[in-house]
């Protein structure tokens, strides 16, 4: 910006002109580095299914 404009800005100017302009910042979910995507798929479809009953309603 400062070569563009000969002004120095600081980033929340900037990202606040973009969220104005409909952009919004983005990042991927978090992920383990030593996950491993193969095991996680196999206890996917060696688990047993999840239940879809809820508990019960009402107050204490």
Do not use: C, N, W
Not at 26 to 47: I, L, M, N
């Amino acid at each position: 910006m400062e070569r563009e404009l000969g002004k120095k800005l600081s980033l929340y100017p900037i990202y606040r002109l973009l969220h104005e302009m409909g952009f919004a910042l983005r990042v991927p979910r978090p992920r383990h580095a030593k996950a491993d995507g193969e095991a996680q798929e196999a206890f996917k479809k060696t688990s047993p299914p999840r239940s879809r009953r809820r508990g019960p309603r009402g107050g204490r």
